[in-house]
C-alpha cells in the first residue's frame, strides 16, 4: 500500500556531513508526521527527528543543533541533513511514516539505511 524507500547513509568520518532522504509513494491519501529513527547494535530503535503537519520539528537531545529534518510535502519526502556527526551517530537509520490510506491509519517505515561514523 505504502513504500518508504531511502536514498544516502554511508561512511563518514568524525566531524563529516551526510544527507538522508526518504520517498512515501503507494495509496497516500495524506501524511500526518515523516521522521526519522536509528538503531545501533545492540539498542532499540529511537527517534531522531519527526516533522508533522503543522512543519514544527522535534529531535532528540542527542541531534539537536546538528541534524536538521525538513519535509517537502508535494513530494512525500522527508529530508534529514546530518552535521557534526559523532562515532556514536552510527546506526542504521529508518524513515518512518504516519500516513492516511483510504479510511485507515497506518505506520510504515523504510527498510533502513546504515550510517557508519567512524576514522
Known amino acids: 500500500q505504502v513504500q518508504l524507500v531511502e536514498i544516502g547513509g554511508g561512511l563518514v568520518q568524525p566531524g563529516g556531513s551526510l544527507s538522508l532522504s526518504c520517498a512515501a509513494s503507494g495509496s497516500i491519501f495524506s501524511i500526518y508526521r515523516m521522521g526519522w529513527y536509528r538503531q545501533a547494535p545492540g539498542n532499540e530503535r529511537e527517534l531522531v527527528a519527526v516533522i508533522i503537519n503543522d512543519g514544527n520539528p522535534n529531535y532528540a537531545e542527542s541531534v539537536k543543533g546538528r541534524f536538521t529534518i525538513s519535509r517537502d510535502n508535494a513530494k512525500n519526502t522527508v529530508y534529514l541533513q546530518m552535521n557534526m556527526l559523532k562515532p556514536e551517530d552510527t546506526a542504521v537509520y529508518y524513515c518512518?511514516?504516519?500516513?492516511?490510506?483510504?479510511?485507515?491509519?497506518?505506520?510504515?517505515w523504510g527498510q533502513g539505511t546504515q550510517v557508519t561514523v567512524s576514522s
Open positions: 518512518n511514516a504516519l500516513v492516511k490510506v483510504r479510511s485507515n491509519i497506518g505506520d510504515y
